[in-house]
């Protein structure tokens, strides 16, 4: 019995070696801070064409432009908002301010204007 | 082109024709027109076409140009160029030579001589400025009518009937819109006649130009059965030799008239007339403008250069609106 268990055991040895050697080579081959294998460059990169790169740069500047511009626009419509706020806010009458000067009349309608001809 | 509509947005309806001539817009208006208004509408605007035609120098071939191209010689001229003539004969005589047509040497030389783009009220143009004008003397032209034929002879200088031909246009158009309707409107720019009641019910408000170019009126005044005309430097000025000139020439110096004036109105009953008078104030300037009015017995305004306004007493009663009164 004990020389069975004896070869049961020599013959485990080979088996045991080679899930180890295989563990170790997964391992190897799935370490998450291992750089990534080099692939070929020449499949993933397209072909750069300098036209293309153009009005991909210009389609960007335009896109930047429309953002400011309407940023700018965002801005002015505040400022209107306030000053419009600011003209229905009725000024408090102080004693110190001279009368108002009464409004002018407007012209009356004309049928007619005598001027320069020629 | 013309262009004939009828309105009732005012009180009263009204007729109203538009065309452009003698490099003017023009408004031809019926107040509560009768049967015969588009006739009489009719005849107003052949009149004005007319007077257009004919006494322009614009046109080479024009009664007018014809004569000017001979001034030593006799023509037999369309009557409404005979007329004019003898009217403009009157206006030198009643003005003492203040009012004369002879200066069109004078404008040629400063390069007027076509129907230059006034719209930016300046033109630049490379002309030299004219010497002073032979010396002149009364103006004696001849015109003479017999069995409705009529001849004229210029003196020997050619002549531009430019302005009165304006105010004798709106005179017989006006004569030709007489009872066609309740009131009637002849405006041609600067000169207009007025008849009978306003579409408003009222006498016509007739606004006075700001020579400067502000788009309100320095006065309105309320007109009736009578014409009107302004004579201003805002349109027809340019520059010649590197000179600014004007159109509006004293025959006596042979320069630009009307120191540090800008524009003159004057009401009078016919507008040939007022037209005419408005040149002969011009001329005396800013400093003298006010006596001779007053002298006349004319009612009149006047805007100087600086843009205050002045008026004799006859023409503050027919003012309803000045901006500092209200």
């Known amino acids: 019995m004990t020389t069975d268990r004896r070869w049961v055991a020599l013959a485990l040895i080979p088996a045991a070696a080679g899930v180890f050697g295989a563990s170790v080579s997964w391992a190897g081959s799935h370490d998450p801070l291992a750089a990534a294998a080099p692939t070929t460059v020449a499949a993933l990169s397209p072909t750069l064409d300098p036209a293309r790169i153009a009005q991909e740069q210009q389609m960007a500047d335009l896109a930047a432009q429309v953002e400011a511009t309407r940023l700018r626009i965002a801005e002015l419509q505040a400022v209107l908002a306030a000053k419009t706020a600011n003209a229905q806010v009725p000024a408090a009458p102080s004693t110190q301010q001279a009368a108002p000067a009464p409004a002018r009349a407007p012209a009356p309608k004309v049928q007619a204007v005598t001027g320069a001809s020629g | ?326």
Not at chain 2, 16 to 42: F, H
Not at chain 2, 99 to 125: M, N
Not at chain 2, 176 to 204: H, Q, R
Request: net charge negative.
């Open chain 2, 1 to 326: 082109m013309t262009e004939t509509r009828g309105t009732t947005t005012t009180s009263r309806p009204v007729a109203t024709r538009t065309l452009r001539a003698m490099a003017s817009p023009i408004t031809l208006m019926v107040v509560e027109p009768g049967p015969s208004a588009q006739s009489c509408l009719d005849r107003a605007e052949a009149v004005i076409r007319d007077v257009a035609l004919t006494c322009t120098r614009f046109e080479p071939d024009s009664p007018l140009s014809r004569a000017n191209a001979e001034p030593d010689s006799w023509h037999e001229v369309p009557a409404t160029l005979g007329r004019a003539v003898q009217e403009a004969a009157g206006a030198h005589t009643s003005t003492a030579g203040l009012f004369d047509p002879r200066v069109l040497d004078l404008l040629l030389s400063w390069g007027y001589d076509r129907a230059l783009s006034f719209a930016d009220g300046f033109v630049h143009d490379g002309a030299a400025t004219a010497a002073k004008p032979d010396a002149t003397g009364p103006w004696r032209p001849r015109v003479i009518e017999r069995d409705g034929i009529w001849h004229i002879h210029l003196g020997g200088r050619q002549i531009d009937l430019g302005g009165i031909g304006k105010g004798l246009a709106v005179r017989w158009a006006a004569a030709e819109l007489v009872g066609a309707g309740s009131g009637f409107m002849v405006d041609a720019g600067g000169d207009c006649a007025f008849g009978g009641i306003g579409p408003e019910d009222t006498a016509w408000n007739v606004g006075v130009e700001d020579p400067a170019g502000g788009p309100e009126p320095l006065l309105v005044l309320a007109l009736t059965d009578t014409g009107c005309a302004t004579s201003s430097t805002r349109r027809l000025r340019w520059r010649s030799g590197g000179k600014a000139v004007h159109h509006l020439v004293d025959p006596r110096t042979g320069l630009p008239g009307g120191d540090v004036l800008a524009a003159v109105t004057v009401v009078v009953a016919d507008p040939a007339w007022a037209e005419v008078w408005t040149k002969a104030l011009f001329l005396a300037g800013a400093a003298g403008v006010r006596r001779r009015a007053e002298s006349l017995g004319l009612a009149a305004a006047w805007v100087g250069d600086d843009g205050v306004v002045g008026s004799t007493g006859l023409l503050d009663a027919l003012t309803i609106w000045r901006p500092d009164h209200g």
